[in-house]
């Protein structure tokens, strides 16, 4: 009797506990937003490569290419709020937003002003990258730090370099592994990104060939970000086409990565897209049609401002001025 009545009351305990769990693991997880899908050529709809990824009350930055801060200010985080910047490599499409994101975010935004030195974390020559800026900006920061008082310790840098894979970030649950792609023989250090927390994760390519590495890095992830890199046919004979294809993942090679990697969803972003004056971009849906030669599995073609809620399902949200 004693023993039913104890029943009666833990298994509803237990039931509640149950479903509490059951709930926290159906919210989301993990945000990510696209903020720029471009590559080096300037466009207005496709900004330069950065993703924003909103997790365990942290918002980590990777790449901040060109138009970084616009695109913050559009889903309306303050610059200055950004807690590190992680560096994929050093080509400028990459890299030309961050002294932007670095002085705009200690300039701008009152109470979201950044108080703290800007944590940068990348492969080596983040740290050259990082001084060198300090010394292009240095008249401006003391103009600034003399004529509107700024804090100092606000445009400070804090840049950790690594050189081999593994964990470079670890912060309240927040779980940040760096792994080496192949950008061809002559661009490195270059790596991607795979972000963990509470049994989720999502998984950055950065720029790539067909490499190994993303699967394995890749591999049972919920969100895996790649990049591609496409011509028309009729461009294929051209060298310059033939060498930037050789330092990407065309769209039926991403389909491979995808096939054995079978992230929850395999999402495009980074585009270079191939054209000549007489030839033009090939289109969304051709990159689709490419990729479905080698994969059937769930797929987005990225967009700036797209964004990702990773929790039991993911969630797809497309920008809404
Ligand atoms: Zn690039
Ligand atoms: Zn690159």
Redesign the pocket.
């Known amino acids: 009797m004693r023993k039913m009545l104890l029943r009666g009351i833990v298994l509803p305990f237990l039931l509640l506990g149950l479903m509490i769990a059951a709930d926290a693991r159906a919210e989301s997880n993990i945000k990510v937003t696209l903020l720029g899908t471009g ?1 080096p050529i300037p466009l207005p709809n496709r900004f330069g490569p950065s993703t924003l990824v909103e997790v365990g009350g942290q918002k980590l930055l990777f790449d901040a290419g060109r138009g970084a801060p616009i695109r913050l200010r559009q889903i309306n985080v303050p610059v200055g709020k950004v807690n590190a910047l992680f560096i ?2 050093y ?1 400028s ?2 890299t030309t937003g961050i002294p932007d994101v670095w002085i705009t975010g200690w300039v701008v935004g009152g109470p979201a002003r950044r108080t703290t030195p800007f944590r940068v974390i990348g492969p080596v020559g983040a740290k050259e990258l990082m001084a060198n800026l300090e010394k292009a900006d240095a008249l401006d920061i003391k103009i600034r730090i003399e004529d509107e008082k700024l804090p100092p310790e606000g445009i400070a840098t804090a840049v950790e370099e690594f050189e081999n894979d593994g964990v470079v970030y670890q912060q309240d649950g927040v779980r940040v592994i760096a792994f080496t792609v192949d ?1 061809g023989p002559a ?1 490195k250090p ?1 790596v991607g990104y795979r972000i963990e927390y509470n049994g989720r994760s999502v998984v950055i390519s ?2 790539t060939r067909y490499d190994q590495n993303v699967i394995k890095y890749g591999t049972g992830t919920d969100l895996l970000i790649h990049e591609v890199c496409v011509a028309r046919p009729e461009l294929l004979g051209n060298v310059v086409v033939q060498r930037i294809m050789a ?2 993942t065309d769209p039926q090679e991403a389909g491979r990565v995808f096939s054995q990697a079978k992230p929850k969803l395999a999402v495009y972003s980074h585009f270079v897209l191939l054209a000549t004056d007489s030839t033009p971009p090939i289109t969304d849906n051709d990159i689709v049609v490419e990729t479905r030669k080698t994969y059937d599995g769930p797929l987005e073609v990225g967009e700036d401002l797209m964004s990702f809620e990773i929790g039991n399902t993911i969630t797809v949200h497309r920008y809404k001025p």
């Open positions: 590559a994929t490599h080509h499409d990459h950008h661009i270059a950065g720029d330092h990407h």
